[in-house]
Nanobody, 130 residues
Framework: QLQLQESGGGLVQSGESLTLSCVAS??????????IGWYRQAPGKEHEAISC????????HYVPSMKGRFTTSRDDAKNTIYLHVNDLKPEDTAAYHC?????????????????????WGQGTQVTVYP
C-alpha cells in the first residue's frame, strides 16, 4: 500500500524559496505509475490545489493561479516528489500535503484535492513572515 510523507517546510521570510519533499513508502507499488499532486490548507480556509505530475511521462500541471512560482518534479529512483516554491509570500502560509491518484495520468484539476490518497500525517507547515 502506498504511503506518502511530506517534509521540508519551515519558517521563512517573504521572498525566499523552499523545496518540499513527498517520500513514498510501502509495499507492492511502482511509484512511477502514480500521478502525485500537491495541495495546501491555510488556517481557517479550504484545501487549495496546487499541482499534479503524471506517472510514466512526468508531465506537470498547475492550477493557473499557481503557475510561475511553483514547480513540481519527481525522482522515482528516490521515491520522492518535490514542490519547489519561489518568492514565497505571507499568503503561502499553509500546511502542504501531497497525495496520489489512480495511475497513470492526473485527474481533472477539480479532483486534485478530494481524490488524493496516501498522505500520512499532517502535511508540512510553511510559515512565511513579511
Amino acid at each position: 500500500q502506498l504511503q506518502l510523507q511530506e517534509s521540508g517546510g519551515g519558517l521563512v521570510q517573504s521572498g525566499e524559496s523552499l523545496t518540499l519533499s513527498c517520500v513514498a513508502s510501502g509495499l507492492g507499488f511502482v511509484l512511477s505509475d502514480y500521478p502525485i499532486g500537491w495541495y495546501r490548507q491555510a488556517p481557517g480556509k479550504e484545501h487549495e490545489a496546487i499541482s499534479c505530475i503524471d506517472g510514466n511521462d512526468g508531465a506537470s500541471h498547475y492550477v493557473p493561479s499557481m503557475k510561475g512560482r511553483f514547480t513540481t518534479s519527481r525522482d522515482d529512483a528516490k521515491n520522492t516528489i518535490y514542490l519547489h516554491v519561489n518568492d514565497l509570500k505571507p499568503e503561502d502560509t499553509a500546511a502542504y500535503h501531497c497525495g496520489a491518484y489512480t495511475p497513470a495520468s492526473c485527474p481533472p484539476e477539480e479532483k486534485w484535492v478530494h481524490e488524493a490518497f496516501g498522505s500520512w500525517g499532517q502535511g508540512t507547515q510553511v510559515t512565511v513572515y513579511p
